[in-house]
């Protein structure tokens, strides 16, 4: 079945639209109490006011800065902020002027509430008084209210959020500072890093997972968003923050995904060394906390695993995981216009990886990984690659390849399970020549994540 797919792809011969993407609903009290059972509304009600506290307390301490101001500064200069923050390198580095200035400027932009917002130049200048915490982050092909990248409020988009890597790579810097600064000189680094982790905390929702962007602001950014390792990466650095100890780790290779971005970019690859970063700083009752909340992360982790038949009258059974997921059900749910709710690979490879690294995982992790692991080898694409660029006539497109592969789409319906594909119209379509020119060129349709995360698992199984 998958190869009379890729086939008619490859043809060219074009389906009509499947569906249409709808929006997500964000967190209200209204929900809360029509979803949430009785008994745990109060966790809920009380994380909603939370939020709200925190960004009244955000907003007013930039309203603060500019009072009296003749004119507020420009937005700040705009970059990949994870890209410019210099993580894995040689011991040396962190004690140096040129690491104390990045870790100045990770400073000068942390949030009253704790967290950081993203594509920022952490290696130029510091925050001024009065400048945006974040710069423009606003979608540019936006077009209408009913967008559902709109913001609620343009000048408050991405305030502080867990979004293209942001906050949990400040605080894992932060704690490579640590290492290299002992000393009194270190002390602002480690208050940076445990304010971020009580952020953290703050931002997890009871049930465990975390939303795109916290304090809440609306639309798909309250989903549970697994979507660039934001649950996994903060899940991970909770965990190293609950051990509380000084960890050398070897780094693994950039992948090719962040590899061709700083390549795009112009950028010079980083040269990767072991990495040390040190938690002893975490006091004893933040580490509890923090391990709480790895085990609450965990537990949701497990239970947004999408159960599906295989066929009509079958029993439904363990596949991957949704990229997003609406926070009160738990049912995988829309993000950006193209994105839709669906099986997602990419992101799911994160997710076992992660789970194949605890120490003695319990038989419902072994059960997730396998399964997991067993959708992965019954999906994967042979003999195709997905090529082409702008300048290709046609734009990108699966071509065939002897010896090519695996790969995967990047979604899968949650139906069918086979690919599907979003326009910038909402539309959904089961052939990725349907959908724009823009979309197709400008989206990763296909990748091949899922390949280590099997070859790991070939390992993990023989004493799983």
């Not at 939370?50 to 705009?78: C, F, M, N, V, Y």
């Not at 390198?89 to 400027?105: C, L, M, P």
């Not at 423009?136 to 077009?143: E, G, R």
Request: net charge negative.
């Amino acid at each position: 079945m998958r190869t009379l797919l890729v086939l008619s792809v490859a043809a060219g011969l074009h389906a009509s639209v499947i569906g249409v993407s709808k929006p997500v609903e964000p967190l209200t009290v209204e929900r809360i109490n029509t979803i949430v059972p009785a008994a745990q509304r109060g966790a809920w009600l009380t994380y909603l006011k939370h939020s709200a506290d925190l960004q009244a307390a955000d907003k007013a301490s930039i309203e603060a800065e500019r009072k009296g101001l003749a004119t507020i500064p420009p937005l700040p200069t705009q970059s990949y902020s994870a890209h410019t923050i210099p993580l894995h390198r040689e011991a040396g580095f962190y004690a140096s002027d040129e690491a104390k200035h990045i870790g100045d400027v990770i400073l000068s932009f942390q949030t009253p509430s704790g967290g950081w917002s993203k594509n920022l130049e952490m290696g130029a200048s510091p925050r001024l008084p009065g400048q945006s915490y974040a710069t423009a982050n606003a979608a540019p092909t936006q077009s209408s209210a009913d967008d559902f990248d709109h913001p609620a409020d343009e000048h408050w988009h991405y305030i502080a959020t867990l979004d293209n890597d942001a906050t949990n790579t400040e605080l894992h810097y932060l704690a490579e500072l640590s290492a290299a600064l002992p000393g009194p000189e270190g002390d602002k680094y480690r208050a940076a890093a445990k304010h971020g982790i009580v952020y953290l905390l703050a931002a997890q929702y009871p049930n465990g997972g975390w939303p795109q962007v916290y304090p809440l602001e609306g639309g798909y950014h309250d989903a549970i968003t697994f979507n660039d390792g934001a649950q996994i990466e903060t899940t991970q650095v909770l965990a190293a923050a609950a051990k509380g100890a000084r960890v050398t780790s070897d780094p693994e290779a950039i992948d090719l995904e962040t590899r061709a971005a700083l390549e795009r970019m112009g950028r010079k690859l980083p040269e990767e060394h072991p990495s040390t970063e040190d938690w002893s700083f975490v006091p004893a009752p933040l580490r509890a906390r923090a391990r709480a909340a790895v085990t609450k992360s965990l537990d949701v982790i497990l239970k947004t695993q999408v159960q599906l038949a295989s066929a009509p009258g079958q029993p439904k059974a363990l596949t991957i995981w949704g990229q997003q997921y609406d926070p009160l059900t738990l049912e995988p749910c829309s993000a950006r216009n193209y994105e839709m709710p669906s099986l997602s690979s990419g992101e799911s490879a994160e997710v076992i990886e992660y789970l194949m690294d605890l120490d003695h995982p319990s038989p419902q992790v072994v059960r997730s990984v396998s399964a997991a692991a067993t959708w992965f080898e019954a999906h994967k694409i042979m003999g195709y690659i997905f090529t082409g660029g702008r300048n290709t006539p046609g734009g990108r497109h699966l071509e065939a390849k002897e010896g090519a592969g695996p790969i995967w789409s990047r979604y899968y319906a949650l139906d069918t399970q086979k690919p599907i594909f979003g326009d910038r119209d909402k539309s959904i379509h089961d052939d990725v020549m349907d959908i724009s020119l823009e979309r197709r060129n400008g989206y990763a349709w296909y990748g091949n994540g899922p390949a280590r995360a099997l070859a790991e698992y070939a390992t993990w199984k023989k004493t799983h």
